[in-house]
């Protein structure tokens, strides 16, 4: 679930590559597969269910416009984890783009909130940044946000950097505000962890 007690700041963070041995699977019973025709209102329901949207419709809307006019991408890159029962309980998508330059992101990672803590948002990412090494598509981008202080963390581990400045396309975030909120969050170990990596990008 998003953390709403602190303040909201965003932040993009970085990763150059992938090492497979950094792979995790899902627990034992779950799944990940990728999205087939009709999965769209599993996906409103799983983004409604963290809070990224106020109803299930709204957030159906949303991929509606977003995600419909890229269907064949997305039906090759939008990964879904199902339960034991075949329940869909968290998703995540390896974004590509290109507009005018090639842009590969990890988008939209949720995971159902009876089902976190299980590691399927690891699992979602690496599978995921599997995908984006085997075509070889580097470096791979996400935008995150201090209320999902638990996933900076989760991405960190992984390999991702925060990222201090940036070109425009890249999109808004606030690094310096993100990090002080984040100081009040994390260990100091942690912060200084996460704070010594960060870089610049051009």
């Not at 779950?30 to 269910?49: K, M, N």
């Not at 339960?83 to 507009?99: L, S």
């Not at 981008?141 to 950097?161: D, E, N, P």
């Amino acid at each position: 679930m998003l953390d709403k007690s602190i303040p909201y700041y965003e932040m993009i963070m970085v990763a150059a590559g992938w090492d497979p041995s950094r792979s995790a699977p899902p627990p034992p019973g779950y799944v990940i597969r990728p999205y087939q025709d009709g999965d769209e209102a599993h996906w409103a329901a799983i983004e409604t269910s963290v809070g990224e949207f106020g109803q299930a419709s709204d957030a159906l809307a949303y991929w509606e416009r977003e995600f419909r006019p890229h269907l064949d991408m997305v039906r090759r890159r939008c990964l879904f984890a199902l339960d034991p029962k075949g329940h869909y309980v968290g998703t995540c998508t390896a974004w590509e783009q290109y507009d005018p330059r090639p842009l590969f992101m990890i988008h939209w990672v949720a995971v159902h909130p009876q089902r976190q803590g299980l590691g399927l948002g690891g699992a979602l990412v690496c599978q995921a940044m599997e995908l984006f090494r085997q075509s070889d598509s580097f470096p791979v981008v996400l935008h995150t946000q201090t209320w999902s202080h638990k996933a900076i963390r989760l991405y960190h581990r992984l390999g991702f950097r925060p990222v201090r400045s940036s070109p425009p396309a890249l999109g808004k975030h606030d690094y310096e505000q993100a990090m002080a909120v984040l100081k009040g969050v994390y260990p100091p170990k942690q912060w200084e962890a996460l704070a010594q990596s960060a870089l610049d990008i051009s």
